[in-house]
């Protein structure tokens, strides 16, 4: 199986900061890896697909890059409604998908 | 788009769960349906989806032989049957819709409880 390994764990941030999450993978998956976003209780929610393809309604704010096995995602002025665990997941070796542990972003 | 699960589910050790997932606002047999649990603190871990069309399914090694995924066209629902179940299974269960292999929209989450 693929392993995704997200780095930071936890993050703490101010309102109005830029933060960056990576996303690595344990072989070349292409461009086939996804960001979500899950808050506390809720179902995850797509933001960014294909690596870089942003969801219809998702703020321009959030963003991703990458290819082959390093990814990031990238929020560029984190708004208060962002404080939440964001997860990436490959779907490069389907029918497997798999995530990674998450990274839990909080309020400095 | 709108994915409603059935509600909470409290199991002893061995019996099994059927959960169903009733879609709304898209033509349901043009769409398959994932199905994603997420233990207590844990990363999500996809288990299997059925394609809303003909019903073929595809399963998690790690689930093989103890899941069902079915689907009824006529009432648009998907439904995920676990059995065996241990305490290791306690979890919140999503379906999702797929969107060219990606999860577009979820539903709500249903909390199984296995405990003795």
């Known amino acids: 199986d693929i392993q995704m390994t997200q780095s930071p764990s936890s993050l703490s941030a101010s309102v109005g900061d830029r933060v960056t999450i990576t996303c690595q993978a344990s072989q070349d998956i292409r461009n086939y890896l996804n960001w979500y976003q899950q808050k506390t209780g809720k179902a995850p929610r797509l933001l960014i697909s294909d690596a870089s393809n942003l969801e219809t309604g998702v703020p321009s704010r959030f963003s991703g890059s990458g290819s082959g096995t390093h990814f990031t995602f990238t929020i560029s002025s984190l708004q208060p409604e962002d404080f939440a665990t964001y997860y990436c997941?490959?779907?490069?070796?389907?029918?497997?998908?798999?995530f990674g542990q998450g990274t839990k972003l909080e309020i400095k | 788009v709108q994915l409603v699960q059935s509600g909470a589910e409290v199991k002893k050790p061995g019996a099994s769960v059927k959960i169903s997932c009733v879609a709304s606002g898209y033509t349901f047999y043009n769409y398959a349906i994932h199905w994603v649990r997420q233990a207590p603190g844990q990363r999500p871990e996809w288990m299997g989806w059925?394609?809303?069309?003909?019903?073929?399914?595809k399963y998690s090694q790690k689930f093989q032989g103890r899941v069902a995924i079915t689907r009824d066209t006529s009432a648009s629902t998907a439904y995920m049957e676990l059995s065996s179940l241990t305490s290791e299974d306690t979890a919140v269960y999503y379906c999702?819709?797929?969107?060219?292999?990606?999860?577009?929209?979820w539903g709500q989450g249903t909390l199984v409880t296995v405990s003795s």
């Open positions: 999702a819709r797929d969107k060219w292999l990606v999860h577009d929209y």
């Open positions: 059925i394609n809303g069309g003909n019903g073929r399914t």
């Open positions: 997941q490959q779907y490069d070796n389907l029918p497997q998908y798999t």
